[in-house]
T-cell receptor
Framework: DAGVTQSPTHLIKTRGQQVTLRCSPK?????VSWYQQALGQGPQFIFQ???????QRGNFPDRFSGHQFPNYSSELNVNALLLGDSALYLC??????????FGSGTRLTVV | SQQGEEDPQALSIQEGENATMNCSYK?????LQWYRQNSGRGLVHLIL?????REKHSGRLRVTLDTSKKSSSLLITASRAADTASYFC???????????FGRGTSLIVHP
């Protein structure tokens, strides 16, 4: 039984560019949450998707947007990248609000 | 924003010793969870304790929760070099049930 799958594993982008990160949830899970983890910090909640709608959002600017597809997979998009967006981006899936399972993350470096 | 704060920030012990990490939080919670993270990769769920529980065990792990003091502790007994990792507490509150993380404790277990 596959857990949460994130792609790509690593990514290098230039300031001002746009990036899309992908997440496939664990089998049986219907909710996807995204977190940003800066070096040496704890994960910060970006937003959560359920039934293809953004259900909750953390304190992140509109440059951060997302999408959930009918198969429950999700994308995180970040526009107009800043150096400060360099971080590990973690996806977590759950069955509604229970049983959060995290993926291995995407390491984004903005240069 | 950080809801939980772990203490100490860093802990260095010898193999076979016990490791104790603490987490304090600010507002009433539904649940408190502990996660482990190896080398900046994905988070692994260790244990969940509900607000009406006081203690839980899982293998070499023991978690306590004191809601009057708004604090929790994670005890790892007979530590191993493989326990070297960062440990995070995460709380959820109100109707959200979305885990909010602290900054973590970095544990190093020397063989």
């Amino acid at each position: 039984d596959a857990g949460v799958t994130q792609s790509p594993t690593h990514l290098i982008k230039t300031r001002g560019q746009q990036v899309t990160l992908r997440c496939s949830p664990k089998s049986g899970h219907d909710t996807v949450s995204w977190y940003q983890q800066a070096l040496g910090q704890g994960p910060q909640f970006i937003f959560q998707y359920y039934e293809e709608e953004e259900r909750q959002r953390g304190n992140f600017p509109d440059r951060f947007s997302g999408h959930q597809f009918p198969n429950y997979s999700s994308e995180l998009n970040v526009n107009a990248l800043l150096l400060g967006d360099s971080a590990l981006y973690l996806c977590a899936s759950s069955k509604y609000s229970y049983g959060y399972t995290f993926g291995s993350g995407t390491r984004l470096t903005v240069v | 924003s950080q809801q939980g704060e772990e203490d100490p920030q860093a802990l260095s012990i010898q193999e076979g010793e016990n490791a104790t990490m603490n987490c304090s939080y600010k507002t009433s919670i539904n649940n408190l969870q502990w996660y482990r993270q190896n080398s900046g990769r994905g988070l692994v769920h260790l244990i969940l304790i509900r607000s009406n529980e006081r203690e839980k065990h899982s293998g070499r792990l023991r978690v306590t929760l004191d809601t009057s003091k708004k604090s929790s502790s994670l005890l790892i007994t007979a530590s191993r070099a493989a326990d070297t990792a960062s440990y995070f507490c995460a709380t959820d509150r109100g109707g959200s049930y979305i885990p909010t993380f602290g900054r973590g404790t970095s544990l190093i277990v020397h063989p």
